[in-house]
């Protein structure tokens, strides 16, 4: 079976919720894949396209009053049996975190004591607001899409989110902490 491109295998997971236009494609994926997986706007409509010409999606026109006409996404047999194939196949590799704090804190010998604290304070107030937001997106699922078959799992990767993210703050206190009772470097 032909491989495709991660985003194409994202796309058409999205394309069996209620998402099926390209707009509501770019909304569920800033709020809620880009967390873990980034796709940009840019992706979107190619990768449709491509699902299209694939036939692994149908795609309708619908004229819309005053505004350009819409066009909708409904995957194909086929369609489901490629997302089927991927979803039942082990992963390739474990994901590589690209982390600009780490790779300055990696060479922070070279930067002042108070500039690597200011980093990593200020990496620690952002992450915090990562687990607000995390905390934030839970209670809007199990309060209003609690009945969707895919709660369960939209749960389990917030969860995964949280905790990452809760890790990384006591990360941060605890390098911090340690810089901080080192002499002046």
Request: with cysteine; charged share 30%; hydrophobic share 30%.
């Amino acid at each position: 079976m032909k491989k495709y491109s991660h985003t194409t295998y994202a796309i058409l997971g999205i394309l069996t919720t209620d998402c099926k236009s390209g707009y509501d494609i770019k909304q569920l994926i800033d709020n809620s894949l880009k967390h873990f997986w980034k796709i940009s706007y840019g992706q979107i409509y190619p990768t449709l396209k491509l699902i299209v010409e694939e036939e692994l999606a149908t795609v309708r026109v619908s004229a819309q009053e005053g505004k350009p006409d819409r066009k909708e996404y409904d995957l194909t047999e086929k369609g489901k049996e490629v997302l089927q194939n991927w979803l039942e196949n082990p992963i390739e590799q474990i994901p590589v975190e690209r982390n600009e704090v780490l790779l300055k804190l990696f060479f922070s010998r070279h930067q002042s004591k108070s500039n690597t604290l200011m980093q990593l304070a200020d990496y620690k107030q952002k992450l915090m607001k990562r687990y607000q937001t995390y905390s934030g997106i839970e209670q809007a699922i199990t309060t209003h899409d609690h009945d969707k078959e895919d709660a369960m799992y939209w749960l389990f990767t917030l969860d995964y989110g949280k905790r990452i993210t809760k890790a990384a703050i006591g990360w941060c206190e605890s390098t911090i902490k340690q810089i901080s009772e080192k002499g002046n470097a």
